[in-house]
């Protein structure tokens, strides 16, 4: 028997509000005027941009994925993945920071005590801390169960040792969420526990920070912790649930790479669509050329159909659905997918000029590879599809 369209079952159609729509008319003039003409340049240097940081938090950006007794803005899921898209569109590094400060809090806000999160949110949603999460190890990246990283108890609290790699926000972030073996008699799905490590702990150092391909202002590194001290007010949840707090995170978190994602394909389009307008060949626009005018069609249909698929993940998130980790998953597999797709057909489209740095499409097309990878890489978003025809 087939299964029951979801879209007639589900109530959670998604309609932006006003307030929706405000933030995203902010966010697109802010990616305008203020992001769009560094990201050149902020991809050259390969330095995190401190003064977009600035912009974010005086702007509240940075606030959006808090509630307001946290000192946020209390939007939800669909109005950050909205603003996301737009900083994207422009720079995607830029639209990183926003998810990053969305994934390394959502532990804290999903699973957190009352006394953690009324203590450090307030000081994420200000933007005087970024965030980071740090599940990820030379040998543990899609095998989360891998994990070496140990805390162990003793009488004043705990010790954590191990190693983190392909960390996004290393040396920067003010606090790192740390998931570490607290039971090695136990699978890693009951043994494993969530840690809040401030970045001035004595004995975490960011070991090394990697060169990308793209991405390239957003700093990605390795950490060690050696002999790291907290206390149980530091243990994010319940202790031996940490496997289970890190899916729950990223069943929400990968909203926002598919709207990075997402802003990466259109701004590609736009930026392609444009190009062909004003370049002749042939006595003609090239938009004019069946060739072109054809690619040009499948890229903005692609992007629209990636953004319809989001938009109502995100509804889920907000409303609360059980089946929002695997319509995140599809999200992200199908707007990274897209973005990658359609990055690549905009730098055909420009030919020659789509090579060079002078234009923004290559860039696009390094940023976008990135989102076939980070946060899962697509070949988990699809087991984790897949798992749910079982
Ligand atoms: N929510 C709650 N619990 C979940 C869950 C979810 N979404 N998914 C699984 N679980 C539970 C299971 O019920 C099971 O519980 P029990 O042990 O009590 O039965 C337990 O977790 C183990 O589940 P699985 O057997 O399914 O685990 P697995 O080892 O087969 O792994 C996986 C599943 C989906 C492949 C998972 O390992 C995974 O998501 N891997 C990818 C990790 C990832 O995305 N890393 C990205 C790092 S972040 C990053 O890139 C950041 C950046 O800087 C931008």
């Known amino acids: 028997m087939s299964q029951p369209n979801p879209a007639l079952a589900a109530p959670n159609q998604y309609a932006l509000t006003d307030e929706q729509r405000e933030f995203a008319a902010l966010a697109r003039q802010l990616a305008e005027e203020r992001v769009r003409p560094r990201a050149a340049e902020i991809d050259a240097e390969a330095a995190f941009p401190q003064d977009i940081r600035q912009l974010f938090a005086e702007q509240d950006l940075l606030a959006l994925p808090f509630d307001e007794a946290h000192g946020g803005t209390g939007t939800g ?76 108890r003793d009488a004043d609290g705990w010790v954590i040792d191990g190693t983190k790699n392909w960390i996004t926000n290393a040396g ?18 009951r043994g494993m526990t969530a840690f809040l490590v401030e970045a001035d702990a004595p004995g975490f150092s960011v070991a090394k920070l990697e060169h990308k391909m793209g991405m390239r202002g957003s700093p990605t590194g390795q950490l060690v912790l050696d002999g790291v001290r907290v206390g149980d007010d530091a243990v994010i949840g319940v202790v031996g649930d940490g496997f289970k ?17 997402l802003g990466i394909a259109q701004g590609a389009t736009d930026y392609a669509a444009g190009y062909a307008r004003e370049r002749t060949a042939f006595g003609k626009p090239i938009n004019r050329l069946q060739a072109i005018e ?57 030919g020659g000029y789509g ?36």
């Open 77 to 152: 899921a669909l109005t950050l993945c909205v603003v996301i898209e737009e900083i994207s569109k422009a720079c995607a590094t830029c639209g990183l920071m926003l998810a990053v400060q969305d994934l390394g809090t959502l532990p804290i806000r999903l699973d957190g005590s009352p006394t953690l999160q009324e203590r450090v949110l307030p000081r994420f949603a200000s933007g005087e801390w970024l965030a980071a999460f740090a599940l990820s190890e030379p040998d543990a990246g899609s095998d989360v169960g891998a994990t070496r990283t140990r805390a162990r």
């Open 172 to 189: 920067v972030a003010g606090a790192y969420v740390v998931f570490a073996i607290t039971d090695a008699d136990a699978p890693a799905s």
């Open 245 to 261: 707090v890190a899916m729950r995170t990223l069943d929400h978190s990968r909203l926002g790479i598919a709207a990075q994602a």
């Open 294 to 350: 054809s690619k040009l069609a499948d890229m903005e249909t692609r992007t629209a159909a990636a953004r319809e698929l989001l938009y109502r993940a995100a509804a889920k998130a907000d409303a609360g659905d059980s089946d929002l980790g695997k319509y995140s998953a599809m999200a992200k597999l199908f707007c990274s997918d897209t973005a990658m797709a359609v990055a690549v057909d905009a730098v055909q489209v420009l």
């Open 355 to 390: 090579y060079v740095t002078e234009y923004p499409v290559e860039r696009m097309m390094r940023d976008a590879k990135l989102t076939q990878i980070y946060e899962g890489t697509n070949e988990i978003q699809r087991v984790v599809v897949g798992r749910s025809l079982r």
